[in-house]
T-cell receptor
């Protein structure tokens, strides 16, 4: 079945470590996105990519990095520069109509 | 930046009742979308309404859009326990970028 796969579902990080969240889609969508969700809040855009080898910062890009080497993949690295990384991270992709298709999310906890 | 704001923040209803939630936004939009999120899961797209549309239906869902008031409403009719979730509106302030509100948490009591 087509869809978006995020891994891992749960991730624990020690202070000072970088961690990478995986996002893979087989929907043949050009655009992909990373959102952060904190408890009781809406989604905030971290990075987005409209085409391969190109990406733009969203509203809260500081402390995060991404790459888009393949159409299917858009990994997110949470660096040690992100001071409050504990959150629920959601990856999404979209086609031309703008409807977003989301993965099941990755929950990152800093120990 | 958060463009959409949902109201109320939380809603508790009896099974079979209707649930109505509202979304207000600040700037002109091309379209407005509604999403559902079950606890701990990803969001699921429910419905998209374009700026030149006033009302749209999908099954038990009815969405209205009033661009003069910069507001939208989502009505869920004949609610079921499975409708228990958070509901978010999202607006496309810029191309390829959706802005989400904080959501309305709906609890349907059996």
């Amino acid at each position: 079945d087509g869809g978006i796969t995020q891994s891992p579902k749960y991730l624990f990080r020690k202070e000072g470590q970088n961690v990478t969240l995986s996002c893979e889609q087989n929907l043949n969508h050009d655009a992909m996105y990373w959102y952060r969700q904190d408890p009781g809040q809406g989604l905030r855009l971290i990075y987005y990519s409209q085409i391969v080898n190109d990406f733009q910062k969203g509203d809260i890009a500081e402390g995060y990095s991404v790459s888009r080497e393949k159409k299917e993949s858009f990994p997110l690295t949470v660096t040690s520069a992100q001071k409050n990384p504990t959150a629920f991270y959601l990856c999404a992709s979209s086609h031309s109509t703008g409807e977003l298709f989301f993965g099941e999310g990755s929950r990152l906890t800093v120990l | 930046s958060q463009q959409g704001e949902e109201d109320p923040q939380a809603l508790s209803i009896q099974e079979g009742e209707n649930a109505t939630m509202n979304c207000s936004y600040k700037t002109s939009i091309n379209n407005l979308q509604w999403y559902r999120q079950n606890s701990g899961r990803g969001l699921v797209h429910l419905i998209l309404i374009r700026s030149n549309e006033r009302e749209k239906h999908s099954g038990r869902l009815r969405v209205t859009l009033d661009t003069s008031k910069k507001s939208s409403s989502l009505l869920i009719t004949a609610s079921r326990a499975a409708d228990t979730a958070s509901y978010f509106c999202a607006t496309d302030a810029d191309d390829y970028k959706l802005s989400f509100g904080a959501g309305t948490t709906v609890t349907v009591r059996a």
